[in-house]
């Protein structure tokens, strides 16, 4: 692809996935993250009126009186997008890939982000930390985000989400908005979460959780998980290269097939919500904008 062809994509990104922002999902982005941090301002005696929840109560019994904490409110977020780009985010059996599919919805995130005024930073990773750019503001810095998540050239194949979430609650000291983008092909083994250089994948995602709010965007394509009436296939992993032929002729190869990754997905389900951690599951095929304004105010009335 020439470079010319690569400005033309980004482009072509941007402009839709800031319709989007415009159109949709800017509302449900500010009536949820805004104002969410806060930072400690003064202490202070008790007015009728006043939260009873912000009252500080060692203070107050050694007063003798009721004090409250006064909080001022964050004005900037930093948002970060960790967007998986292993080999097999590469996999599309409609117009888009699992990668490009990312970079739209994340595009949509950050310029949801930059409406607010906040700062916008990007992770790209494999089994490796590929690519960190630290959160900016500027219409310039978007652009180069989305150039990012759509050419950037990987060194590696394959995954290690613990991995990525380690660098980042390393490097920010300041409590962010992480989004992490992936389909979770490599997270999960036959029986239990697999563990990647010792690291378990629910303890890190608890921990940045804790750490910071972590959203995890699960990107999946249909084809995954159900095979096609189409005689003799080879599947590989993208990853590993493992080859497997299947006689997709046979319903039984068919059902197992499906129901193996309905196990999969279930586990991972299962396993999401001992984190605590929010989760959105979002198809190549289908619209997305809707569905994470939905799930923006579902999460908001939630945590209300």
Request: net charge positive.
């Given at each position: 692809?020439?470079?010319?062809?690569?400005?033309?994509?980004?482009?072509?990104?941007?402009?839709?996935?800031?319709?989007?922002?415009?159109?949709?999902?800017?509302?449900?982005?500010?009536s949820h993250f805004k104002g969410r941090g806060m930072d400690f301002e003064e202490l202070r005696e008790y007015i009728p009126g006043d939260d009873?929840?912000?009252?500080?109560?060692?203070?107050?019994?050694?007063?003798?009186?009721?004090?409250?904490?006064?909080?001022?409110?964050?004005?900037?977020?930093?948002?970060?997008?960790?967007?998986?780009?292993?080999?097999?985010?590469?996999?599309?059996?409609?117009?888009?890939?699992?990668?490009?599919?990312?970079?739209?919805?994340?595009?949509?995130?950050?310029?949801?982000?930059?409406?607010?005024?906040?700062?916008?930073?990007?992770?790209?990773?494999?089994?490796?930390?590929?690519?960190?750019?630290?959160?900016?503001?500027?219409?310039?810095?978007?652009?180069?985000?989305?150039?990012?998540?759509?050419?950037?050239?990987?060194?590696?194949?394959?995954?290690?989400?613990?991995?990525?979430?380690?660098?980042?609650?390393?490097?920010?000291?300041?409590?962010?908005?992480?989004?992490?983008?992936?389909?979770?092909?490599?997270?999960?083994?036959?029986?239990?979460?697999?563990?990647?250089?010792?690291?378990?994948?629910?303890?890190?995602?608890?921990?940045?959780?804790?750490?910071?709010?972590?959203?995890?965007?699960?990107?999946?394509d249909p084809r995954e998980s159900r095979l096609p009436d189409a005689g003799l296939i080879t599947i590989e992993d993208a990853e590993t290269g493992?080859?497997?032929?299947?006689?997709?002729?046979?319903?039984?190869?068919?059902?197992?097939?499906?129901?193996?990754?309905?196990?999969?997905?279930?586990?991972?389900?299962?396993?999401?919500?001992?984190?605590?951690?929010?989760?959105?599951?979002?198809?190549?095929?289908?619209?997305?904008?809707?569905?994470l304004q939905r799930f923006f105010e579902c999460r908001r009335w939630r945590r209300a």
């Open positions: 692809m020439t470079l010319a062809e690569m400005l033309q994509t980004v482009r072509r990104v941007a402009i839709s996935t800031n319709r989007l922002v415009n159109d949709t999902m800017v509302g449900a982005y500010l009873v929840r912000d009252i500080e109560w060692n203070v107050t019994y050694r007063m003798g009186r009721p004090f409250v904490k006064k909080y001022r409110e964050e004005r900037e977020l930093g948002i970060i997008l960790a967007v998986d780009v292993s080999a097999s985010s590469v996999f599309g059996s409609a117009r888009r890939s699992k990668r490009e599919f990312a970079a739209e919805v994340a595009s949509t995130l950050a310029f949801s982000a930059a409406r607010s005024s906040d700062k916008v930073g990007l992770l790209l990773f494999t089994d490796q930390v590929e690519l960190f750019l630290p959160p900016r503001k500027g219409r310039r810095h978007i652009l180069r985000v989305i150039r990012e998540m759509l050419f950037f050239a990987p060194r590696h194949q394959a995954t290690n989400i613990p991995a990525a979430l380690t660098y980042l609650n390393h490097l920010l000291h300041r409590r962010s908005i992480v989004f992490l983008l992936t389909d979770f092909l490599h997270s999960m083994g036959t029986d239990t979460l697999a563990r990647h250089a010792g690291r378990d994948v629910v303890q890190e995602l608890g921990l940045t959780n804790a750490r910071h709010d972590l959203i995890c965007i699960h990107l999946f493992e080859l497997l032929e299947l006689d997709s002729t046979r319903a039984a190869v068919r059902q197992v097939y499906a129901q193996t990754n309905q196990q999969r997905v279930a586990q991972l389900d299962a396993a999401l919500r001992r984190t605590g951690v929010d989760t959105i599951r979002l198809s190549t095929v289908e619209p997305f904008a809707q569905k």
